[in-house]
């Protein structure tokens, strides 16, 4: 487990791993649980952690602010707003098989409420990631693809490497990996009645992980304003590692870029910053009832 640490964590060049190891065999006198998480601890960030397959349980840093999931209001949309609340999408942990049919689901499901509601005169779209703390980024990227640009949507900043997220032919790809294909049979080629159209994208503290990558990845779109409050800052992208008694280390081993190469190592802010649910409201149909172009400065 040491040597994961020290050839795949994000802060590997500023870590004293000589200390690192001596502190880690160390807690090993008192458990095996003390001993991940004094290495998660001396690792020293909050996205990584360790599952025990035996007992089914996570662990993470000692001293790590536990995730605040806060329970919010639905928003009450207007009649002649199309309105898309994207969720988590969490992969099935029976099968490869049972997340690609699960992910299949999810994006019919998506799309299926774009379609129904881009029939109608719009003024603009709604796109809430305020429920959405994570899980698997892809089956969010291609149910969001209507509204994605023909062109790179972000980046893994890995180790001085760019790995870049694109939107291709109506296909997400992570990398050359066609991520599209694996879930649905083709390319998602819907096109939106009216493309021009403005975006509110809702966020919030609740909004994390891969929900914060679907933020990221709407940046592409010029016709998108952030509207809420900053995300939870789990804006790093984690290697799944399993080790050679079958438990997982989920670490972290790189950070979130947008589509200009902006890195974003402490979450994404909003272009208005909203408390209240009224406000927020009223603050999204004051942006709408403006003129339709959008300036992104």
Do not use: C
Not at 136 to 143: A, D, F, K, V
């Amino acid at each position: 487990m040491i040597r994961e640490f020290e050839r795949n964590s994000i802060n590997k060049d500023s870590i004293d791993w000589k200390n690192f190891e001596k502190k880690v065999w160390e807690s090993t006198v008192f458990s095996k649980d003390s001993a991940v998480i004094t290495a998660l601890t001396l690792n020293g960030e909050k996205h990584s952690s360790y599952y025990d397959q035996s007992t089914e349980t996570y662990l993470s840093a000692k001293g790590k602010k536990a995730y605040s999931y806060k329970k919010i209001e639905a928003f009450e949309n207007e009649e002649n707003l199309g309105y898309i609340n994207i969720l988590p999408f969490i992969d099935s942990r029976k099968s490869l098989d049972e997340t690609l049919k699960k992910g299949a689901e999810y994006i019919t499901e998506n799309l299926e409420n774009i379609k129904n509601q881009d029939a109608k005169k719009l003024k603009g779209w709604v796109i809430d990631l305020r429920k959405n703390n994570g899980g698997n980024m892809w089956p969010m990227l291609i149910s969001l693809t209507p509204f994605l640009e023909n062109e790179i949507l972000g980046y893994f900043l890995i180790e001085e490497k760019w790995h870049e997220w694109s939107k291709q032919e109506n296909q997400i790809f992570n990398g050359a990996s066609n991520q599209t294909k694996k879930f649905i049979d083709a390319p998602l080629d819907y096109k939106l009645t009216n493309k021009n159209l403005k975006i509110a994208v809702l966020i919030n503290g609740n909004t994390a992980s891969s929900g914060e990558a679907a933020a990221i990845a709407l940046m592409s779109n010029p016709n998108v304003k952030f509207f809420g409050n900053s995300t939870a800052g789990y804006t790093t992208s984690n290697s799944t590692i399993t080790l050679k008694n079958n438990d997982i280390l989920i670490l972290t081993s790189g950070v979130m870029a947008d589509y200009t190469k902006k890195e974003y190592w402490n979450g994404v802010e909003p272009n208005f910053k909203i408390s209240g649910t009224d406000d927020l409201k009223n603050e999204i149909l004051e942006w709408f009832s403006k003129n339709t172009a959008v300036n992104n400065g």
